[in-house]
């Protein structure tokens, strides 16, 4: 006896997430995560399949890598508010995670936690030096150039504060790998001044760190001050370097250190950096709901640096990846 009929080995594809043609070519969604993917027999839809895949998106690699902090202001007193409306355009030409916090109040354990992974002090008037592993001391491993334009100081300062620089804005002025190496101090700790000649010498280094002061950053100065402060001295100019024009690969980062004092949610309360350049996705809201706080942008940073296992809890922090442009 012979038996009649046909085998189809078709299937239909289907995702939670991402999207997946009708051939089984997955798209991924722009989110790091898990999603599963699940393959149904067109001929018996009771039978099918599954398989988990791992998005895992990749911060691009910079050779010019920005990061400004401005000072002790809310989400809510920045994103769409008419005091700050040269940050809002670039929130609105570049990336904006809407689910960022800072870590603590006050200000100083929010610029430590930028630096080592780690709070370290809550005490805004400690000067003291600090011994941790840290993102000064992987670049220097590494070498990597980089360079602090601070406000206020002149070259190789390592001292207190001055006038309306804050030595507690500048983490990298506290850290013993700077701090204790007075001929190292003056190669990369500068007046802000030098930002704009390296700049025009073509010689901005891998990483800058920029330090406005206490007047520029919406510290003790108005938010319309450190806006225009911002756009005048640091946006334009990054404009006319190729870096960050089409096809470059810089990403400038406008942070703040913490909230107003009265939002303390996930410590520091909720705060709207901003992320801009031609690596840096376009007009984009983050989609995710992962929670990101300084440490993420620490190691973030070192990401697009090309620099392994970040510092403290910069090491299991989430990366900020789903910001970038993915190539």
Do not use: C
Not at 129 to 141: P, S, Y
Not at 203 to 209: D, G, H, I, Q, V
Request: negative net charge; charged residues 15%; without cysteine.
């Amino acid at each position: 006896m012979q038996g009649t009929g046909s085998f189809n080995s078709a299937v239909d594809w289907s995702t939670n997430g991402g999207t997946i043609s009708s051939s089984g070519v997955l798209t991924a969604p722009a989110t790091d995560g898990n999603l599963t993917v699940t393959a149904t027999s067109i001929q018996d839809t009771t039978q099918s399949g599954e398989a988990t895949v791992a998005v895992q998106l990749a911060v691009p690699a910079s050779r010019h890598v920005v990061l400004l902090m401005e000072e002790n202001q809310s989400y809510s007193t920045v994103v769409d508010a008419s005091a700050w409306p040269n940050l809002n355009r670039l929130i609105a030409e570049g990336a904006l995670p809407m689910n960022y916090y800072a870590n603590t109040h006050p200000s100083i354990g929010n610029y430590l936690m930028l630096a080592t992974g780690q709070v370290l002090t809550n005490n805004d008037n400690s000067t003291a030096v600090w011994n941790e592993d840290n993102l000064a001391r992987r670049m220097l491993a590494a070498n990597v150039p980089f360079r602090i334009y601070a406000e206020g100081i002149k070259q190789g300062y390592v001292g207190g504060n001055l006038g309306n620089y804050l030595i507690r804005h500048d983490p990298f002025a506290l850290l013993s790998d700077i701090a204790d190496h007075p001929s190292l101090a003056d190669q990369v700790i500068w007046p802000f001044s030098q930002f704009a000649i390296d700049l025009a010498n073509g010689t901005l280094p891998e990483f800058s760190y920029i330090v406005p002061d206490v007047m520029d950053d919406a510290h003790n100065g108005t938010p319309e001050q450190a806006d225009s402060w911002l756009e005048s001295n640091v946006v334009v100019p990054l404009l006319h370097t190729t870096a960050f024009q089409a096809g470059g690969d810089g990403v400038l980062i406008v942070d703040f250190d913490e909230a107003e004092n009265g939002d303390t949610t996930h410590g520091g309360g909720q705060v709207s950096p901003v992320l801009w350049g031609p690596i840096v996705k376009s007009r984009y809201q983050q989609e995710s709901s992962t929670v990101f706080q300084h440490q993420s942008m620490l190691r973030t940073i070192m990401e697009a640096l090309g620099l392994q296992n970040p510092p403290g809890a910069a090491a299991g922090a989430p990366s900020m990846s789903e910001f970038f442009v993915q190539k």
